[in-house]
């Protein structure tokens, strides 16, 4: 077993975990990180596939992605912008494509439910702190009733409402609108600042990156070189109030502070000793990821321009619910994208690989036409048989857990941080959020948050849950049970020797 000494382990090379890495090696933190996967980059990854270059997580910034879009600067990637001439087409419940430009081609009194709807959830977006939403005077109501009900109990439009549920539902949370509350709905739309911008295409899926999204992450982990540690899922997090030790089933890291940085799923893969508090064992366990398909097809030519299309569809009832015009850029051909959430992703999963593409393209076909049908190149991104994923996009509270345990959801425990864009408030879901948390949570670790990082520095005194707050409070240890041997390691025999890092990394 190889043993190293750190200031701060870091459990998880995605976006947050690399930011977090990145901001504390450059306050002179000594840091490890520790990736299960051969590659950094988590929910981020661009593959060559059949000679296409495809993105198979996250790809798409948005304007109010301002943390995002500043690293994106700092690094020096280039963004361009998604096609998006021409008109795009809706599929209602006739199964009948409609073009139109700005507004749904819906009848006059549907739009004017959908207006209602969209100014409603705008008016308690507003009400409600994105940082906290459990502190909105009525947070338990709001939690109790299911996105569904909540839409159903505004209008009988069940058109407007198929359509409004459609942006939070099967295109965010993925999960059904039965199945989580209209306040965690809130809070999704507050992150991206407001509903009107979830619901506008032109904003929340505004820009690529050139090379990939995947480069964030590639490039964060190419400046930490050697502290980056690939193929080493940990095992075991024994923890105290002021140090940690973290394993690997080859490796035994030693620090002050770790950071989890692992979608919340994830956390019960990790055996906790001591464990964790009730509260926190409990949050998590009502803290989901959602199951979405990203389906990429790419074509010889983007043929849907030739007809005036833009590439963007909507169909409340088909299985592909959304789809875009996803050239990559600078390529030749043209690529489609599309998604299937939720209930209609879980009967695709159940079919033979070659019945499920029929369907999908089936569905491009309703869209854009019969040369749908014939990609050159095919693919499906299944997260949810990641081993390290296990769903799309991210994690969201069941109805009730928002309110209940929303508040310990960035609360450290001991000397445990939690960083992922799972637990994020602006940007929650999204890589902006990822990098905020890794932000977060290296101040908090780093000297101004006194969060006792650095070896040498004194623990700092337990902190109180923040009343209401932003969900920055902390747990203190409870009584360490192998107190005694880091007590020992710490003050008896020698310390293994410290695997020292390049200074050029
Ligand atoms: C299909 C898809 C499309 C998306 N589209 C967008 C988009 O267009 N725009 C956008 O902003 N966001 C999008 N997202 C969401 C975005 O990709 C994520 O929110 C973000 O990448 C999460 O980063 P993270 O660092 O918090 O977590 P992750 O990327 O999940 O990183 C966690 C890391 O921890 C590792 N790990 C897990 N368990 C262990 C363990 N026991 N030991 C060691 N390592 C471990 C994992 O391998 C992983 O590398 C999309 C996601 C998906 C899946």
Redesign the pocket.
Known sequence: MEEIESDVVV?????????AADALVAEGFDVVV????D??????WTREIEGAVL????????PD?TA?IALLERLGLETYERYREGQAVYVGASGVPARFERDFPVAASTQQAIEALVAEVDRLVAETDVRAPWTHPRAAELDAISWQAWLASQTDDVEARAIVSLFIAEAMLTKPASAFSLLQALQMAGSAGSFSNLVDDEFI?DKRVVGG?QQV?LQLAAGLGDRVRLG????TVVWDDDSVVVS?DTLRVHARRAVV???PN?YG??TFAPALPAAQQQLHQHLSLGL?I?VHAVYDRPFWRDAGLSGTGFGPGLALHEAYDNTYAGSEGGTLVG?VSDTKADALLLLDAETRRERLLGCLATYFGPEALTPRVYYE?D?ASEE??RG???ASFDLGGLSRWGSLLRATVGPLHW????VAAE?F??????IR??QETAAAVGPGGGGGGRRGTPPPPPRAAAPGGGGGGAHPAPPHPNRGALNTRAGGPPAPAKVSMPSSA
């Open positions: 459990i998880g090379a995605g976006a947050s975990g690399l930011t520790l990736e299960a996967r590659r950094v980059g988590g929910r981020l993105e198979l997580g996250g790809q798409w910034v948005s992605q995002l899926l999204l992450p080493q899922p940990v095992r690997t940085a692992v979608p994830l893969r990790l979405v990203k998604f991104s997260w390290w994923t799309a996009y991210a960083s992922t864009s799972d940007g879901q999204h890589v902006d959020g990822a948390m890794g």
